[in-house]
């Protein structure tokens, strides 16, 4: 059974930073893209990022420039770097596998919680 475990979340200042992290079990970690997603209070959960096995990447414009995904697969582990935060980046972040370079797959974290304070 496949398993996902975010970590990293927490309180941050805006302009601030944090680094997300989804270590992943039972399964071929290597294999499968991953992803992170996010949804905030009253709002549909959305596509942040995702990285096929092959390290290709995909970005929300709302985030391009800003967050960078990659994944280590000898720790089976996918990291989101969130830079230069803005209140708007509150939310409960999710990490996703399996799926395509652009499509989500069906196995999802507990979720982490990112708060931005302005």
């Known amino acids: 059974q496949v398993q996902l475990v975010e970590s990293g979340g927490g309180l941050v200042q805006a302009g601030g930073s944090l680094r997300l992290s989804c270590a992943a079990s039972?399964?071929?970690?290597?294999?499968?893209?991953m992803g992170w997603y996010r949804q905030a209070p009253g709002k549909q959960r959305e596509l942040v990022a995702r990285?096929?096995?092959?390290?290709?990447?995909i970005y929300a414009d709302s985030v391009k420039g800003r967050f960078t995904i990659s994944r280590d697969n000898i720790e089976n582990t996918v990291y989101l770097q969130m830079n230069s935060l803005k209140p708007e980046d509150t939310a409960d972040y999710y990490c996703n596998a399996g799926g395509g370079y652009s499509l989500a797959g069906g196995y999802w974290g507990q979720g982490t919680q990112v708060t931005v304070s302005s």
């Open positions: 990285i096929t096995s092959g390290g290709s990447t």
């Open positions: 039972g399964t071929i970690f290597s294999r499968n893209a």
